[in-house]
């Protein structure tokens, strides 16, 4: 080509199909990623090809899977229907077992009983007034407790076991004074140390015991107690009230005890209140156990 020959101008930049080309393929990239987004893998299936593959090509490392493969539509794993579970909301609330508050009440009760139980005492001691002077009855009190000591001298033979019928009388007036608000009720018989053998009694605790049945017999026909409430006992000369040193002292353990117990309840209460510190858990293993759910 000669210089003097007019030279083809050529266009400056790419050609212009170039620019087609490249809007078709951002379009099937972005096309195939969404595929590959909505897409949802089977796990169990790809375990057990990627098993299948590793038995071919021979792999004998074993790696265990921790994390499912990617893949995994993030669209079917977040918002695939499923069945709607009640998030819980944990709250913990204490509890404690209020034995303080048992135990005041108890001894709020107790008070109480003592002083019915000294009003009930000074009303025996102005009905038994003469007995009491004579000496043929003592009346002893003990928090919540009252004993009524009935003498031998006055109430029984020596070596028998029933009342006098002179003596009767002073035990309807106590009968009179005993009642199913009184409390519980024990009568004791009781005797010094000389032993006792005849054809009757074989010991003093058969003669202890038999004076107590005889006593709460003549109670029980004046009094309004119910008989669930009554208990009888004998001791024999176990339980002495003097040495047994004299006969002025052997005299005053010859005896029945009528013992009017109130507030039988109230020790047992204060006995649960004890137990009930005692046994308290811990603060944590509390809460572990009044733990409510919640739903919002």
């Known amino acids: 080509m000669s210089d003097g020959a007019p030279q083809k101008q050529?266009?400056?930049g790419v050609p212009a199909w170039v620019m087609t080309f490249a809007d078709l393929m951002t379009l099937l990239m972005c096309f195939f990623v969404l595929l590959l987004s909505f897409s949802e893998m089977d796990v169990a299936k790809f375990k057990q090809l990627s098993g299948s593959m590793k038995d071919a090509f021979g792999v004998q490392s074993e790696i265990q899977v921790r994390t499912i493969p990617k893949g995994?539509?993030?669209?079917a794993q977040e918002f695939s229907p499923g069945k709607p579970e009640e998030t819980p909301l944990n709250q913990v609330r204490q509890f404690t077992i209020d034995s303080n508050r048992n135990t005041l009440d108890a001894l709020d009760r107790e008070?109480?009983?003592i002083e019915e139980t000294r009003d009930h005492?000074?009303?025996?001691r102005l009905a038994l007034k003469e007995e009491i002077q004579q000496g043929s009855v003592a009346i002893q009190t003990e928090g919540m407790k009252i004993i009524v000591h009935i003498m031998e001298n006055a109430s029984f033979d020596s070596g028998y076991a029933d009342?006098?019928?002179e003596f009767v009388p002073v035990l309807a007036k106590i009968a009179e004074l005993i009642d199913n608000n009184s409390g519980e009720v024990t009568i004791a018989g009781h005797t010094d140390n000389v032993p006792i053998s005849n054809v009757r009694f074989r010991s003093n605790w058969e003669l202890s015991s038999s004076r107590a049945v005889s006593v709460t017999h003549e109670l029980l026909k004046r009094s309004t107690i119910d008989a669930a409430r009554v208990t009888i006992m004998g001791h024999a000369?176990?339980?002495?009230r003097a040495p047994n040193d004299t006969a002025e002292d052997r005299a005053?353990?010859?005896r029945v005890d009528v013992s009017i117990v109130r507030g039988a309840d109230i020790d047992q209460l204060s006995d649960m209140s004890i137990m009930g510190a005692a046994s308290q858990p811990d603060v944590a293993d509390t809460a572990a156990d009044y733990i409510e759910e919640l739903t919002p």
Do not use: F, G, I, Q
């Open 237 to 240: 000369d176990t339980r002495p």
């Open 252 to 254: 005053k353990n010859r």
């Open 10 to 12: 050529e266009k400056k």
């Open 72 to 75: 995994t539509s993030v669209v």
């Open 111 to 113: 008070s109480k009983e």
């Open 163 to 165: 009342v006098r019928p």
């Open 121 to 124: 005492a000074r009303r025996l």
